[in-house]
């Protein structure tokens, strides 16, 4: 006959349960689903062996962490051992199959999460605060609660140094600011070429142009005295003339003043987007050199925020394979290659770099294909080193110069291993030196506490370690006087000795 014992794993500890007449349980289904809502003749199928609560809050959220990951704890191994006998007709119902196979591996005892087991394990936690003795709901529901709470706090911090959502939403920001200025420059040409239709052909440049709709307005108030503003922005003295002379000849329409308050607005705006996107991009560089330092060294930093982006966090990114990152952003034309049985593409994201497009027409997939194998191992040294630095990515770059010099000249370049000892000991001598900036400081900052201490601890006897030398000896002279003048009033007179005569 076989044994059932359930296993459940609560917030306040861990509890065995024997359950009753296992093989009836499992035909009769239906009347286990109804016996749930029922505690008495749920009892009667459900017994409680024994209940291991966690001592402290740590462990429960270290043991919770462990069996979310498929791992068995070592105080849920220690209970097991002592509860469960390890007997062929045994078998543990568990609900997670990972911990089961786990629970398998380590003590040999035969586990299941199919069947009856599920409705079993569902009765034990409606009924959980009653089946153990001195455990109310409440107690239940706080245990939860503070264990829930942990548990999400640990998960969010599990990352914390490295923003990769902060990087995923400024490039996803940034790009959307692209299209968007863009767009809005568009509308601004075309709205103000009704007035001044010649200063799209003298100034091609978005950001200029606004800026120089919102300067002139009117065209016709556009003067000789005009033309150092016009210098400022355009940064070109030729230009300013032509759009002096051009304004002065121009085709465009008169317009009225409230469009033309119109049309500032709206090329005030456009300047404040601009302004804003070049805002947005000194962010992204400093997110990901404290991210992605070798990434973003390697391949820019937009194209490195992008990679995030589309794996959807650095650590997937550096789960990858280089294949994967080849064509990671070109997933519709695989798939449309693989479905007509067509050529694959060779790159996706990475066609934005400077390298495939200096590479030649053979050897763009050549260098697609190795810069991908760069960018994993880039992204794994991110995302797994404790101390980002930019070496691996600046010795990592360099290999791939020297990579399009091969299939230039033929050039041999340095083996990878060679390259990673360079930079492994570029990074000691790194740390080395970082270590010794912060002894000194440490030293500098104890000596300046000790001198500050010294001098609260002397501030009484600060005047008499000011006084000089010479007038140190004077006050102890009159010291001396005034105790020699106590001591004559205290004490009585010498008496004179008597002279004897020279006849005695």
């Known amino acids: ?48 062996v024994s209940f291991s609560p966690f001592k402290t809050a740590v462990a429960a959220l270290d043991n919770i962490n462990a069996i979310s990951e498929g791992v068995l704890p070592e105080d849920l191994q220690n209970f097991l051992d002592i509860t469960v006998p390890k007997k062929k007709s ?44 001195g455990f109310t709901l409440k107690s239940s529901g706080t245990a939860q609660l503070g264990l829930g709470h942990s548990y999400s706090r640990a998960k969010i911090k599990f990352n914390v140094h490295r ?66 503003s016009l210098e400022e922005i355009t940064m070109d003295s030729g230009k300013a003339q032509a759009i002096l002379s051009a304004a002065r000849s121009s085709m465009g329409m008169d317009i009225n003043p409230i469009d033309l308050l119109n049309i500032e607005m709206f090329a005030s705006r456009v300047i404040s987007l601009t302004e804003y996107r070049k805002q947005l991009s ?10 992605a330092p070798n990434l973003g060294q390697l391949i820019g930093e937009q194209v490195g925020a992008r990679l995030i982006a589309h794996a959807g966090s650095l650590t997937n990114l550096a789960k990858y394979p280089a294949s994967t990152v080849q064509i990671l952003g070109a997933e519709k034309a695989l798939f449309r290659a693989l479905k007509t049985r067509g050529n694959t593409p060779k790159y996706g994201l990475l066609f934005h770099t400077t390298f495939i497009g200096r590479a030649g027409t053979k050897n763009k997939g050549r260098i697609s294909r190795y810069l991908a194998n760069k960018c994993s191992i880039a992204s794994r040294i991110d995302c797994f080193t404790e101390v980002p630095s930019q070496v691996f990515g600046e010795k990592l770059r360099q290999q791939v110069e020297d990579r399009l ?9 340095k083996k990878n291993i060679d390259v990673m000892k360079e930079a492994i000991e570029e990074v000691h001598q790194l740390n080395a030196a970082q270590k010794k900036k912060k002894k000194k400081k440490k030293t500098a900052s104890e000596a300046l506490s000790n001198g500050d201490e010294t001098n609260a601890n002397g501030s009484l006897n600060a005047d008499e370690d000011h006084v000089p030398k010479k007038k140190k000896k004077k006050r102890n002279i009159e010291e001396s006087v005034d105790n020699a003048e106590i001591d004559t009033s205290v004490s009585e007179p010498p008496k004179k000795k008597k002279k004897k005569n020279k006849s005695e």
Request: hydrophobic letters at 40%; aromatic letters at 10%.
């Open 163 to 228: 923003a990769d959502n902060m990087i995923i939403q400024s490039i996803a920001l940034l790009d959307q600011l692209d299209k968007d200025i863009n767009t809005f420059s568009m509308r601004i040409r075309e709205w103000y070429s009704y007035h001044f239709p010649e200063l799209v052909k003298v100034v091609p440049e978005n950001y200029t142009y606004a800026k120089l709709v919102k300067l002139i307005k009117n065209r016709k108030d556009l003067t000789e005295e005009s033309l150092d």
């Open 1 to 48: 006959m076989v044994k059932l014992f359930a296993l459940f794993e609560h917030a306040a500890g861990y509890g065995i349960f024997k359950v009753q007449e296992f093989e009836e349980i499992g035909i009769i289904s239906p009347q286990l689903e109804a016996s749930i809502n029922n505690f008495p003749q749920f009892n009667s199928i459900v017994q409680l």
């Open 405 to 413: 010099k091969f299939y230039e000249t033929g050039e041999a370049p």
């Open 282 to 291: 000194e962010y992204l560089k400093s997110k990901m050199s404290d991210v």
């Open 90 to 133: 045994v078998t543990l119902g568990v609900s997670d199959p990972k911990l089961g196979a786990a629970i398998t591996e380590a003590l040999a005892i035969q586990c299941s999460h199919v069947g009856a087991v599920p409705e079993i394990m569902r009765g034990i936690r409606h009924h959980f605060h009653n089946l153990i003795n």
